[in-house]
């Protein structure tokens, strides 16, 4: 097929050739810097046989039309993960891609804006049946009242960013004046409202999905763990340092691996309730969850990522391979799912 790889770049004006150019030169040194998500999924299209062609957008998007109105392809694969640099305009790329008529990857517009958003997609799987947090939510400027119905501790998060962004051990609260002074830190530091939700002591397990309709792939279950000997309870969250700081994760003893046993009774609860929101929140292709299991059993649901990470070697590529998919495979996969929904 003529692909179309569409994506994010602080570069203005390059041409497809000199992304090539650039990709060359990133996956020649692979084993010290890894190369940007979209060269490594065009560098899989490309030895696939495909016809693939860079298209890479920085701050204007009547360029994406332009350059795909002489790409003509057959199918756009949206590895956009941003927009001027707020990754909560990702939606826009789709939006644009949508409305000039080409099949592409990934999922629509609607559903990257309802899963950034906390408590909207909370409202939705609720009403889904699915068990979510207790949450609240204040708009800028506006503080929690003295007494609240949440029960302590809280976490508090930005309502619309992603990769626990605004997340540290200081987000967990456990009294009203911890969480007025916690909201007001998100509300002046990332300009959005904030969110408090009841905490879920738990495995934090996070589970990737491939498919559209009634057949949906269930990947291997990632779980984050903790060295329980290297960090006390309070610091056994997913926090952005915990997440991306590898330095920080060595020396604390933090990794993710394929998820420890879970009892068959959790597992077929975790499948039914990750199925029913993917299909409930509209997503497409492929997505990746994020749900706690308590020690008691229970499963609660806790975000969705429409657009996670694709890139080798992290969670949903690794639990691509684990089921059997090498990395070419995985990212070829998500085209012929995409390709199937269009036909």
């Not at 509300?187 to 309709?213: C, K, M, T, W």
């Amino acid at each position: 097929m003529r692909i179309a790889v569409v994506f994010d770049t602080p570069w203005s004006g390059w041409t497809s050739a000199q992304h090539w150019e650039q990709l060359k030169k990133e996956v020649l040194t692979w084993d010290d810097r890894e190369p940007d998500m979209e060269y490594q999924i065009a560098d899989a299209l490309h030895k696939a046989g495909h016809e693939v062609h860079l298209v890479g957008i920085h701050d204007d998007m009547q360029e994406l039309a332009t350059a795909l109105a002489v790409v003509k392809p057959e199918l756009v694969f949206n590895g956009a993960e941003s927009f001027h640099e707020a990754a909560d305009l990702d939606y826009l790329f789709a939006g644009m891609i949508e409305a000039e008529g080409y099949h592409y990857t990934g999922s629509p517009p609607l559903a990257l804006l309802v899963t950034r958003n906390k408590a909207m997609s909370k409202k939705v799987l609720a009403y889904h049946g699915i068990p979510v947090p207790a949450f609240a939510t204040w708009r800028p400027g506006e503080k929690p009242p003295k007494a609240t119905d949440l029960r302590f501790p809280l976490i508090v998060k930005p309502l619309s960013t992603d990769a626990s962004a605004g997340i540290a051990q200081a987000s967990v609260v456990t009294d009203v004046p911890l969480l007025a002074e916690r909201v007001a830190f998100v509300h002046e530091r990332f300009g959005q409202p904030a969110i408090a939700e009841e905490f879920i002591d738990g495995r934090e397990l996070y589970v990737s999905i491939v498919g559209n309709g009634d057949k949906l792939q269930i990947l291997p279950i990632t779980e984050m763990i903790f060295d329980r000997r290297r960090t006390k309870p309070e610091e056994r969250i997913a926090t952005q340092y915990a997440k991306w700081d590898e330095s920080y994760r060595d020396r604390k003893g933090i990794k993710n691996v394929f998820a420890r046993p879970i009892s068959r009774a959790a597992r077929s609860r975790i499948e039914e309730i990750c199925r029913t929101a993917y299909r409930a929140l509209w997503l497409r292709d492929y997505a990746r969850l994020d749900v706690r299991l308590t020690d008691s059993g229970e499963v609660w649901f806790i975000e969705a990522n429409a657009n996670p990470f694709l890139s080798w070697g992290h969670d949903v590529a690794n639990a691509a391979e684990k089921a059997g998919m090498d990395y070419p495979e995985f990212i070829n996969r998500i085209t012929r799912e995409a390709m199937a929904r269009h036909e």
